[in-house]
């Protein structure tokens, strides 16, 4: 092959397939990203009016009955609403930061850049990783509380 089609990187190298193949994964990861990052703000938007309208939500429910177990439920729900938006935040910025990265890395040929965009790669798939651990013992504990509580 050309010295001037490949670059190596760590004994291996980056072919023009490869580079196109980054390429377009960074493109599909920036439009992911912010298409994450807008359904992020979303839903931050849709817990702070959650928050807001609060009182209207406790009268809602207030008219099946003094309900006292739902007088909290407005801000309990928009506090679920914003972890939720700030646990998904995370993985779509190192979404965006790896794209960002690998594209200014293949348009450069920059090895510093091309660290960095698969850095925040890596960082992205462990905190969706851990993630998925947290919520897959968190079924598997629900699970067992309800057999459980059926015995």
Not at 6 to 30: I, P, Y
């Amino acid at each position: 092959m050309d010295q001037n089609q490949n670059q190596s990187l760590f004994g291996l190298t980056l072919d023009v397939q490869s580079k196109s193949f980054l390429a377009e994964s960074a493109r599909w990861g920036k439009f992911l990203a912010i298409v994450g990052l807008v359904v992020c703000i979303l839903v931050v938007i849709v817990g702070i009016f959650l928050a807001t309208q609060a009182s209207e939500i406790n009268n809602a429910f207030n008219q099946y009955g003094d309900r006292t177990e739902f007088r909290n439920l407005g801000p309990l729900m928009a506090a679920v609403y914003i972890f939720i938006a700030l646990i998904y935040f995370f993985p779509c910025l190192y979404l965006l930061r790896f794209s960002n990265y690998m594209k200014a890395a293949l348009a450069a040929e920059d090895q510093e850049r091309l660290m960095h965009s698969f850095k925040n790669l890596k960082s992205m798939f462990k905190f969706v990783g851990i993630l998925t651990i947290i919520i897959l013992s968190l079924y598997i504990l629900g699970i067992l509380v309800s057999l459980g509580a059926r015995t």
